[in-house]
């Protein structure tokens, strides 16, 4: 996190992630599972005003850091909830127009979220037209990817590469959010609220050109 700019997204997988928005442009509710340095949380109290945010962070210890990384106070449009991540996901059935899942132990993904159980919930628990992110970090993604598969469908599920760090982000969907074969990147950022699409210029042209290329 930059101090002097808590709301700006300093790493590049967190802002993989949030081109999450290409799908869904203006989501009513994003869910979180971990918190971390609430990056992409103050990112989206930040520059998506509509939108209210929910995080599952199984931690104490983490959610106490919450002012040092000047993660803002729960309110109409933010609720920090001290819950275990897989069960924050399966008692959400039909609720999130995006699911962000970034949850790491010392020894990395937790086996709870890890399973076919989890991926299944975390579909169920996208709303119509939703979609999800993760970070797979250090990981085997491919089996990860393989889950997501079953739990959406192959042609429902997607894997980018980060360019200069070690990451994969797994993307998958609801519904078929880009009827197009190709993205056109123009209509789709002007959906973007401004402050957000602003930031992410550069992240949602490099994942379009990758989904259009592929």
Known sequence: MRTFRP?????????TMMASLLWCPRPALIGMVGLGGGSQVKFCHRHLPATRVEVAEINPHVIALRRRFRVPDDDARLRVHLADGARFVRESAGRFDILLV???DRTGIPADLSTQAF???CRRALAPGGVF???LYAT???????RLAR?????????LEERRQSNRVAFAWDGDPFPERRIDLRSRVAQV?????????GTF???AAAWNAR
């Open 7 to 15: 709301g700006q997204l300093a790493v590049d997988y967190t802002r």
């Open 102 to 104: 970034d949850g790491y």
């Open 119 to 121: 991926y299944d919930d």
């Open 133 to 135: 992110a993760s970070n």
């Open 140 to 146: 085997n993604a491919h089996a990860h990817l393989e």
């Open 151 to 159: 739990a959406f469908g192959r042609d429902r599920t997607w894997m």
């Open 193 to 201: 609220p401004r402050g957000a699409a602003r930031q992410l210029a």
């Open 205 to 207: 042209a490099r994942v």
